[in-house]
C-alpha cells in the first residue's frame, strides 16, 4: 500500500522527524563548533588583571589582581586579589613580612578617611588582611582617582604605597559578567 504524501498525518509526522533530525545536528554541531578547550583565561585592563578559572571548575571564582610594585626597582611591594567566597565578594590585601600588626592595614582614598582592617594572618607570601569588598569599598575604589595601601613598618613608621585604579572599572564589570556566565543554569545546561 503506497503512502500517501498529501495526508495530513504523514505531514505532520515527516515534519516531526526532520524537526528532531534537525535537533540533534544543530546539538552535536554547537558542541563541534563551541567545543573549544576548556582552559583558564587571563585578560588585562590596563592595571588589573582578571583570571578566570577553566568553566568545568564550578565551584572556582574568577580573580581580579593587581600588584604593587615598587617605582623604582619594579620589586611587587604588595598585591590587591578580589575573588568570590562562598558568594561574597573579598578583597585580599597581601602585604610584606616588615610591618607591625597591631595597627593593623589601611585604604586610603584621595582626601578621604582611611578605612582600617586587621591582619589575619602571615605565611610564606606575606601578612594578610582579608576585607569584604562590599558596595561602598567598590564604589569608593571606582570613584577616585588616588588610591593607596597604608601601614606601619617595623620601625613604627607610616607607608603609603600608592596602587593604580587605571581599569579597575571596566575590570570590575569585566569580572561580574564572567562570575554571572559561569554560575548561570543556563551555560551549564549548554556546556
Not at 20 to 34: E, N, P, Q, S, T
Request: aromatic share 8%.
Amino acid at each position: 500500500m503506497p503512502i500517501d504524501m498529501n495526508s495530513t498525518t504523514v505531514r505532520a509526522s515527516l515534519g516531526a522527524v526532520l524537526l528532531l533530525v534537525g535537533l540533534a545536528v544543530g546539538w552535536f554541531a554547537h558542541k563541534a563548533i563551541d567545543g573549544a578547550p576548556d582552559i583558564a583565561t587571563i585578560s588585562v585592563f590596563d592595571d588589573w588583571r582578571l583570571a578566570c578559572p577553566p568553566v568545568t571548575q564550578q565551584d572556582a571564582t574568577c580573580e581580579m589582581q593587581q600588584d604593587v610594585l615598587d617605582a623604582k626597582t619594579r620589586n611587587e611591594l604588595a598585591r590587591l586579589s578580589i575573588f568570590r567566597l562562598k558568594g561574597d565578594t573579598t578583597l585580599i590585601i597581601t602585604v610584606p613580612f616588615n610591618v607591625l600588626l597591631e595597627p593593623g592595614l589601611a585604604l586610603g582614598f584621595g582626601n578621604d578617611k582611611p578605612l582600617i582592617y586587621p591582619y589575619e594572618t602571615c605565611n610564606g607570601v606575606g601578612c594578610i588582611a582579608r576585607v569584604k569588598f562590599d558596595d561602598t569599598l567598590r564604589t569608593a575604589l571606582g570613584r577616585t582617582t588616588q588610591a593607596r595601601v597604608l601601614f606601619a613598618g617595623l620601625d613604627g613608621k607610616p607607608v603609603g604605597l600608592p596602587f593604580s585604579v587605571k581599569g579597575f572599572n571596566a575590570a570590575a564589570a569585566a569580572f561580574d559578567t564572567a562570575e554571572a556566565r559561569r554560575h548561570s543554569w543556563w551555560r551549564r545546561l549548554w556546556s
